[in-house]
């Protein structure tokens, strides 16, 4: 079993719809990370949280420390939200990042 | 200001090879971090430098796998003697601190390597 898992693996909605993508984790950690990943294209960091929720435009990440879970919410999604979403965490005590597998979000217009 | 770069953005290779991947950190950044890639999955960690030093080098898969920042901020990973199983997207990220929670790592495009 892995450390990070993400459900669902694969997402697709039309353009407007509330999107949540979940992260569950195995480890005490210091931080959660979601991050964003475009075909071909680099990793964007959009959120790091390590408790509550972190609101930042239509996106919304919260955490709950006790349950070790963590969720992505998409409000109003739009075709370009289209991407492999991404939650990392940094294990208490360590630098490196785990991952999961990431979500790929397709949003249809 | 410049993020973190890495070059070449491509590199295809012969079975056998030997390459090398470089990554240009943040200016001024402590912390730099290799993950490799495999299609379709979620960065796997390599190996973190803090400066100078390999502080952690425990993800590299084989001793085929050699990283090094000898002055503490350019990097280079090298693979000698490329198998197929070597290709991957190699990601380079850098984070300003040496360490702390509220440490984020910055990210490069990768190097997308394909081993023929």
């Known amino acids: 079993k892995n450390e990070v898992e993400q459900s669902p693996q694969n997402l697709t909605a039309q353009e407007g719809e509330f999107i949540t993508i979940n992260c569950s984790y195995s480890?005490?950690?210091?931080?959660l990370h979601w991050l964003q990943q475009h075909p071909g294209g680099g990793i964007v960091s959009l959120f790091m949280l390590s408790s509550g929720k972190k609101k930042h435009g239509r996106l919304i990440a919260t955490i709950n420390i006790q349950e070790k879970h963590s969720s992505l919410h998409i409000t109003a999604s739009h075709p370009r939200d289209s991407a492999v979403y991404i939650c990392?965490?940094?294990?208490?005590?360590?630098?490196?990042?785990?991952f999961g597998q990431g979500t790929r979000l397709t949003i249809n217009p | 200001g410049a993020g973190v770069s890495q070059s070449p953005r491509y590199k295809v290779a012969k079975r056998g090879q030997d390459v090398a991947l470089r990554c240009d950190p943040i200016s001024g950044h402590v912390s730099l971090f290799w993950y490799q890639q495999a299609l379709g999955q979620g960065p796997e960690f390599l190996t973190y430098?803090?400066?100078?030093?390999?502080?952690?080098k425990s993800g590299l898969p084989s001793d085929r796998f050699f990283a090094e920042r000898p002055e503490g901020s350019v990097s280079t990973l090298k693979i000698q003697r490329t198998q197929q199983e070597d290709s991957a997207v190699y990601l380079c990220?850098?984070?300003?601190?040496?360490?702390?929670?509220?440490?984020?790592?910055?990210f490069g495009p990768g190097t997308r390597l394909t081993v023929l």
């Open positions: 990220a850098s984070s300003p601190l040496g360490g702390g929670a509220y440490n984020e790592q910055f």
């Open positions: 480890v005490g950690i210091s931080a």
């Open positions: 430098f803090q400066n100078e030093a390999q502080l952690d």
């Open positions: 990392a965490v940094r294990a208490l005590g360590a630098q490196k990042l785990v």
